[in-house]
Structure formats: structure tokens, C-alpha cells
């Protein structure tokens, strides 16, 4: 299995999200013709103890819209005036705080925003699939998931 163009960006900007947001790291991810899945390892919060919580996304195909949120100061919320943060939810708006949601907007607007100078019908579908994986042993199920996921992509309908 051969990556497009649209697939080399989406596993750069993919390798780029611990750049973005340091209290990640990258488990095993795979792209694929029209998904992907990966694993975030998220090392707490502002409201969580420093524990580790995985969480598998999935991607599957297109109708995403086109949302670039690149690593600019008015996106960081220590930027952002009181008067201006967050809108109608004010500092509870969670694209001021630094979770998954916000991770995926920053991804997928990235991969978006590039995807479009190669093909402009590029699009992500509305939602993706997040789990969190709640032990080791559920880990290494995921892990072996990600990892043989190209094995079935004879199985997969549009092959």
C-alpha cells in the first residue's frame, strides 16, 4: 500500500501534534487510503492529575470543514484579551484549553488547508471515533489493531 500526496501530509502533520501541544505523545498510528488511526498519549491537565490517558482515534473518510489553526498567537489563549475569550462560554470555550478536541481541530485543519492545494474536494468527515484505553492490556489490543489495520484494506469496501 502506497501513500498519496494527501496521505504524506496527513503523517506529517500527524508526527507535528507533540510539537504543537507538549503535554502529548504519539503512540502508533497508521494512514490508509481513506482513514487512519492513532493513538494520543495525553499526560494530564490543568485539571487532571499527571497521569497517562491514551485515547485511539479514528478517522474515516471525508466532510471535515476546512478550519486552519496554525500555531498563530491570537490561537493561544494566553493571547486572547478577557473581554474576547471564548465568546458566549467565555473561558469555558474548550478551544482556549489544551485537549483533544482542539488537537484534532489543529490537525485536521492543517491537513485541510494543504490537502486543498492538490485536490479542493478534500474533506474530512464531520466527527471522528475517540476511545480511551483504560489499561496496558487494552493498549497492546489497540496497538496490534493499528498495526495490522493494512493487512484488511483488501476487506475494506472502497478498495
Do not use: C
Not at 12 to 18: C, G, L, V
Not at 107 to 115: A, F
Request: proline residues 5%; negative net charge; charged residues 25%.
Amino acid at each position: 500500500m502506497y501513500k498519496s500526496k494527501i496521505g504524506e501530509i496527513a503523517e506529517d502533520h500527524w508526527k507535528k501534534i507533540p510539537d504543537q501541544f507538549h503535554h502529548v505523545k504519539l503512540g502508533v498510528f497508521v494512514i490508509m487510503p481513506n482513514h487512519m488511526h492513532g493513538i494520543i498519549n495525553i499526560h494530564g491537565s490543568l485539571h487532571e492529575s499527571s497521569d497517562l490517558e491514551s485515547k485511539t482515534i479514528d478517522f474515516p473518510v471525508v466532510d471535515f470543514p476546512d478550519m486552519d489553526l496554525g500555531n498563530y498567537p491570537e490561537n493561544n489563549p494566553q493571547n486572547i484579551s478577557k473581554s474576547h475569550r471564548g465568546g458566549i462560554t467565555g473561558i469555558h470555550n474548550p478551544m482556549l484549553h489544551q485537549n483533544l478536541s482542539r488537537m484534532i481541530r489543529w490537525y485536521t485543519g492543517r491537513v485541510s488547508y494543504e490537502s486543498h492545494k492538490i485536490n479542493t474536494d478534500f474533506n474530512w468527515q464531520r466527527r471522528f471515533d475517540d476511545r480511551i484505553i483504560r489499561d496496558s492490556e487494552e493498549y497492546k489490543i489497540k496497538t496490534r489493531y493499528i498495526q495490522q489495520n493494512p493487512l484488511n484494506w483488501k476487506e475494506d469496501e472502497f478498495y
